[in-house]
């Protein structure tokens, strides 16, 4: 215990550190992911931008990276890391790592949500005389809005837990923490302390984004 | 009146893993200005494309469409998007976004066609004043009825002030009572607005109630077409006399033609009425020339379009070439009678 608030401000900037590349990340692969999402579901057989070599060429390259476990990924991207951020380490480059492969994961959840919403409403759109884009922007993405929040929801767990996997690289954040000041000095109270304290966010995520999902679907 | 729709030898087929499918099939078709077409068919006979053919959605395999001046089969998409502007929709499954509020849904056509507030503000007051909504204007989809859904579908159809409106199983969807609610309506938007409607349909009494003109698809043709009460009262396919029957029951099913023939062992004709009065005496002074006994067993006389519409089973009883030379004789008078010979696969 005596360790712990020897360490207190190293703790403080580990949550925020963890707390930054989580949320820092959520908006870059949010962004991304749902670009990457958006082109898969439209260039589908049969959807808005049918376009069977651009929808194969996505897949392909989705689903390469995707299983790739993310401490490899984070090792294998280092070189374009380094060229981006300028080095490997740190909170900038583990943001960098994690928004980058999480955007892969961000384009199934939220293909697979697109997918979800009734083809009626965009058939009604295109028989308005709305083109694809308009239709993505304005009837697809809000229709979908609801469980595309949960989608991230879900999300931003993942990128926590990658948050602390990145800490292998000295990304830092309460998974560095862990490690570093806890289970290597075999202070398993730092652990704990660390564990509980990634617990409290996750579950303030979850809660916030239920909120957010329940406001979309008006339940 | 001039056609505002025009089809010419259309047909539409699709590849699918079991084969090539062909939806529509050299189908030829016109839609006066003003006019109510009513299209019926069982699912899968093509109707759904056929909507979708004329505003472009689907694009046909061969042959030419044309809505107003316009030719569809030769404008890029850029244009049939204006065009489609033109043309409202409305859907079995009502279709409406359920992000948006009632006023949402029948402003988002016009934000397409580039409306600005406050004259959009206005125009939507006015729609769902005209469907009788404006009340809920701020609700959303899933807190209306299907029948209230179906008419913010209608209002939002008509937003961009459409001169045709296409109804793709528009009642399907809904209760008998809401579906008469719902076509008083439609016709409304026709006879008010001048709207021009399509409807698709395998409901018969929507046809009846407000189409002007029916055509009848089976396996992608139309097989049979004309004026609602010609096609009611003469059906000459078997496809359009099933859907007859299925809202006037004035002819005999199989099923009461076997109890029929066991009460009657005369010959059972049925004779169409027609509109002019002493229709039924003249029957019987051809029969009593030939020296036929009659009895009618079967049968009734309602109305259709204000017109008077009916069928009249008779048994006739006599020596075979004296009912021959009777029937004969109304024939030659134009009678549209047909005798329901033993055997015959009469379908209901």
Not at chain 1, 206 to 214: E, H, K, S
């Given at each position: 215990?005596?360790d712990f ?9 580990a ?16 962004i991304l992911g749902l ?9 589908r057989?049969?959807?808005?931008l049918?376009?069977?070599?651009a929808?194969?060429?996505i ?5 390469i990276i995707?299983?790739?476990?993310f401490?490899i990924?984070?090792i294998?991207i280092e070189p374009?890391t380094i060229?981006v951020i ?13 928004a980058?492969?999480a ?5 199934r959840?939220?293909e697979?949500?697109l997918v ?6 965009i058939?009604a759109?295109?028989?308005m005389?709305a083109g ?15 469980p595309l929040?949960l989608?991230?929801?879900?999300l931003?767990v ?5 948050s ?14 862990a ?10 109270t730092?652990v704990?302390i ?7 966010i996750?579950q ?9 999902a329940?406001r979309?679907l008006r339940? | ?10 047909s ?9 499918v062909?939806a529509v099939?050299?189908?030829?078709l ?6 109510i077409?009513?299209v019926?068919?069982y699912?899968g006979a ?11 959605l ?7 469409v044309f809505v107003?001046?316009?030719?569809l089969?030769a ?12 043309i ?12 948006r ?8 056509p016009?934000?397409?066609a ?6 959009r ?5 006015r ?9 809920k204007a701020?609700?959303y989809?899933?807190?209306l009825s299907?029948g ?8 939002r159809?008509?937003?961009?002030d ?7 199983e528009?009642t399907?969807?809904?209760?008998p009572?809401t ?13 008010e607005?001048?709207?021009t ?5 395998h409901?018969m009494e929507a046809i ?14 139309i097989?049979?077409?004309g ?20 809202v006037l029951?004035d002819?005999?099913?199989a099923?009461?033609l ?9 010959r059972?004709?049925?004779?169409a009425?027609?509109?002019?009065k002493g ?18 067993v079967?049968?009734?006389?309602g109305?259709?379009q204000?017109?008077s519409?009916?069928a009249?089973?008779?048994?006739l009883?006599?020596?075979?070439a004296a009912i ?17 010979v033993?055997?015959e696969e009469?379908?209901?």
């Amino acid at each position: 215990m005596n360790d712990f608030i020897g360490s207190i401000d190293v703790y403080l900037s580990a949550i925020w550190q963890t707390l930054f590349m989580a949320l820092a990340s959520l908006v870059v692969s949010g962004i991304l992911g749902l670009a990457i999402g958006v082109l898969l579901y439209a260039t589908r057989p049969g959807h808005l931008l049918e376009n069977r070599v651009a929808y194969t060429v996505i897949n392909v390259v989705v689903n390469i990276i995707r299983p790739i476990p993310f401490v490899i990924f984070l090792i294998a991207i280092e070189p374009l890391t380094i060229r981006v951020i300028g080095t490997y380490i740190g909170v900038y480059a583990a943001t960098f790592a994690i928004a980058i492969g999480a955007s892969f994961a961000v384009a199934r959840i939220v293909e697979q949500n697109l997918v979800g919403v009734d083809p009626g409403v965009i058939e009604a759109a295109r028989a308005m005389g709305a083109g694809p884009l308009r239709i993505i922007a304005t009837v697809l993405i809000p229709e979908g809005l609801g469980p595309l929040t949960l989608g991230y929801t879900f999300l931003f767990v993942g990128l926590i837990d990658m948050s602390a996997q990145a800490g292998v690289i000295g990304g830092g954040g309460l998974g560095e923490y862990a490690i570093t000041w806890g289970s290597q000095r075999y202070n398993w109270t730092i652990v704990y302390i660390a564990v509980a304290t990634i617990i409290v966010i996750v579950q303030l995520g979850q809660f916030v984004g239920n909120r957010l999902a329940r406001r979309a679907l008006r339940r | 009146m001039s056609a505002l729709v025009r089809l010419e030898a259309v047909s539409k087929s699709y590849a699918t893993p079991a084969g090539t499918v062909t939806a529509v099939q050299d189908l030829s078709l016109e839609v006066a200005q003003g006019e109510i077409l009513g299209v019926i068919g069982y699912s899968g006979a093509g109707k759904s494309t056929l909507v979708r053919l004329v505003n472009a959605l689907e694009k046909p395999t061969s042959g030419r469409v044309f809505v107003g001046d316009d030719e569809l089969t030769a404008l890029p998409e850029k244009r049939l998007r204006e065009v489609r502007r033109e043309i409202g929709m409305i859907f079995q499954q009502f279709n409406l976004f359920r992000s948006r509020t009632v006023a949402g849904n029948v402003a988002f056509p016009l934000k397409l066609a580039g409306v600005k507030q406050p004259e959009r503000d206005a125009r939507v007051a006015r729609l769902l004043d005209f469907v009788g909504l404006l009340e809920k204007a701020h609700a959303y989809p899933e807190q209306l009825s299907g029948g209230q859904k179906q008419r913010v579908g209608i209002a939002r159809a008509l937003a961009t002030d459409p001169k045709l409106l296409l109804a793709d199983e528009a009642t399907s969807a809904l209760d008998p009572e809401t579906t008469a609610d719902v076509l008083a309506l439609l016709k409304r938007v026709n006879r008010e607005l001048g709207v021009t409607i399509i409807v698709i349909t395998h409901e018969m009494e929507a046809i009846r109630a407000i189409a002007d003109r029916v055509a009848v698809m089976d396996s992608g043709r139309i097989v049979e077409s004309g004026p609602v009460y010609d096609v009611f009262a003469h059906p000459s396919t078997t496809a359009a006399a099933r859907f007859v029957a299925t809202v006037l029951h004035d002819r005999p099913s199989a099923d009461t033609l076997t109890r029929l023939r066991a009460a009657h062992p005369g010959r059972l004709v049925t004779f169409a009425v027609p509109e002019q009065k002493g229709f039924t005496g003249q029957l019987s002074r051809a029969f009593a020339d030939h020296g036929v006994e009659n009895e009618i067993v079967f049968g009734g006389i309602g109305e259709l379009q204000e017109r008077s519409i009916g069928a009249l089973t008779y048994e006739l009883t006599g020596a075979d070439a004296a009912i021959d030379a009777a029937l004969d004789a109304l024939r030659a008078r134009g009678v549209d009678l047909v005798e329901e010979v033993e055997l015959e696969e009469q379908t209901a």
